[in-house]
Structures are given as C-alpha cells and as structure tokens.
C-alpha cells in the first residue's frame, strides 16, 4: 500500500464513526414524536369535573377525558396547575376544559377555562 493510500484509508476511517452518528441521529426523528412532548393544539382541550383542589400544593384533582397528547385514557387524578391563581376560579364539582402537557416532568394544566 502506497504513503498517499494510506492516508486517504485512515481519512475515511475517521469519517466513518461521524457518519454512524449522524446517521442514528436521523433514525432518531423519523415517525412521529414521543407524544409527552407534543405541543398541545386547540383539539386537545379536555372536558373535567374538578373533584378536589389543593391550593397549598398547587394542585387540582380532576375527573377527565382522555389525553391524546400524553397518551392516557380518562380517569381521575391530580394536575399541577401553571397559573395558581387558576384554583381560584374552581369549584369542587365545578366542570371546565383544559390543556395538560408534561412541564419539568410533572403533569400540569397549561391551558384552562370554566365550561360553557
């Protein structure tokens, strides 16, 4: 093998670990993406029945539908809210519609408003 053969070898050598890696970092967005970290839309609104609201924590217990966007089926449980002064404005019993999205990995009410 020639000096200039060689070299040209060990180049493409080298290059070969960044392709791997940019290849498995295009593998990474193909389909669709995890579902916790799609932005909420306007249909992702959910109806809920407030059941309990914690105000020392900063939470609200809801009865609610499915969440599309993170991937659950209705039921019941406990949101943090983004705005505290949102539990002000429920009532236990009360129904509204909310968006929900995961913030610092805690289930949280982003988007809030009474029911019509």
């Known amino acids: 093998m020639t000096l200039r053969s060689t070299a040209t070898l060990i180049a493409l050598l080298g290059l070969f670990p960044l ?8 593998m990474g967005h193909m389909g669709h993406k995890p579902a916790a970290t799609q932005p909420a839309s306007e249909s992702e609104w959910v109806d809920g029945v407030v ?3 914690d105000k020392a924590a900063g939470k609200v217990t809801l009865a609610h539908g499915p969440l599309s966007n993170l991937n659950m089926p209705a039921m019941t449980m406990s949101f943090r809210v983004k705005e505290t002064a949102w539990l002000e404005q429920m009532q236990n019993g009360s129904k509204i519609r909310f968006v929900a999205d995961s913030v610092n990995n805690a289930l949280t009410i982003v988007r809030f408003e009474n029911a019509k």
């Open 19 to 26: 392709a791997a890696h940019a290849a498995s970092e295009h």
């Open 51 to 53: 059941k309990k609201i």
